[in-house]
């Protein structure tokens, strides 16, 4: 480090605290009665290191564990599994692709008021055995040796390969697009 330099500090994802949520959306004639799953990530890190005070050169690494994808809406338990065994068998096929990530390549930061920021970030998305450029937006609230970021963003099932969710006999399909929500409380791991 040089003098006179503000160290890098790893900010770690408190799992406790921390969601990270997908919804997926029926489509076609039945989807005014059919059921738009929405799906809790259990098993996911996140990483963050930036100079605190500053999001100047932040970098970004999260992990997902592909099986670790939970449906959470009041269902019956029977369909609970028909869906579990989709999702994980012919959509996500965790057996030949168990681990998602993301990646950073650029976090643009705008300040909107004491420590509250709106950022950009930019990076590739490993998902399904394809990578891809990724980005979103979210905002960042510092507090003292932590962090609160929020935000949402979608992404089409098609780009990375991955089949379209058909169920209950073909009579219920999912659209290709999907969104992903988050709210994440990470602590410096020095704190």
């Given amino acids: 480090m040089e003098p006179g330099k503000a160290p890098w500090v790893t900010y770690a994802m408190d799992p406790r605290a921390s969601q990270f949520t997908v919804q997926a959306?029926?489509?076609g004639l039945i989807s005014v009665v059919a059921h738009s799953p929405k799906i809790a990530i259990r098993d996911w890190t996140a990483e963050a290191q930036f100079v605190p005070g500053t999001l100047a050169n932040a970098n970004?690494?999260?992990?997902?564990?592909?099986?670790?994808?939970e449906v959470v809406d009041e269902i019956r338990e029977s369909d609970r599994r028909e869906l579990h065994r989709v999702m994980y068998n012919e959509v996500l096929e965790?057996?030949?692709?168990p681990d998602i990530a993301f990646d950073s390549s650029q976090i643009r930061a705008e300040r909107q008021k004491e420590d509250l920021y709106r950022v950009s970030v930019d990076g590739t998305l490993s998902l399904h055995g394809v990578t891809r450029p990724h980005s979103f937006f979210g905002q960042v609230a510092f507090g003292v040796d932590?962090?609160?970021?929020?935000?949402?963003?979608?992404?089409?099932?098609?780009?990375?390969?991955?089949?379209?969710?058909?169920?209950?006999?073909g009579t219920m399909k999912l659209?290709?697009?999907v969104k992903f929500s988050f709210y994440v409380v990470a602590r410096s791991r020095a704190a």
């Fill in 25 to 27: 959306f029926a489509s």
């Fill in 60 to 69: 970004l690494k999260v992990k997902v564990k592909a099986s670790s994808l």
């Fill in 94 to 97: 965790t057996g030949r692709f």
């Fill in 146 to 169: 932590s962090f609160r970021a929020y935000g949402e963003f979608t992404l089409l099932q098609s780009e990375f390969n991955i089949r379209i969710a058909s169920i209950a006999g």
């Fill in 175 to 177: 659209q290709d697009e």
